[in-house]
């Protein structure tokens, strides 16, 4: 990462390994271990264009079937005006 955060300004930054989560409509990819660049002060994370087109392209193969993803997670679903307390 060159140069300062786009959000916060800050120059300092540290490569971390994330969950990514990525999402097209109501479908989803979670994908761990993901490497990223986040800023120190303001936590922004920022990818490779290269890791991003990677993560796009798996997300294809598992819905052309041509791939098996690892796991399935369900993910329960609320709006914020019908939570409770
Ligand atoms: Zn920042």
């Not at 300092?12 to 490497?35: A, Q, T």
């Not at 087109?53 to 098996?68: H, L, M, P, V």
Request: charged residues 30%; glycine residues 8%; hydrophobic residues 30%.
């Amino acid at each position: 990462m060159q140069g300062a955060c786009s959000f916060c300004g800050n120059t300092e930054f540290k490569s971390k390994s994330v969950e990514y989560v990525y999402r097209r409509g109501e479908k989803m990819l979670v994908v761990n271990g993901v490497p990223c660049t986040q800023c120190t002060y303001c936590g922004e994370r920022y990818y490779e264009a290269e890791v991003l087109s990677k993560i796009e392209s798996d997300f294809e193969a598992i819905e052309n079937g041509t791939r098996e993803v690892e796991k399935h997670l369900s993910v329960p679903v609320e709006d914020f005006s019908r939570l409770v307390g």
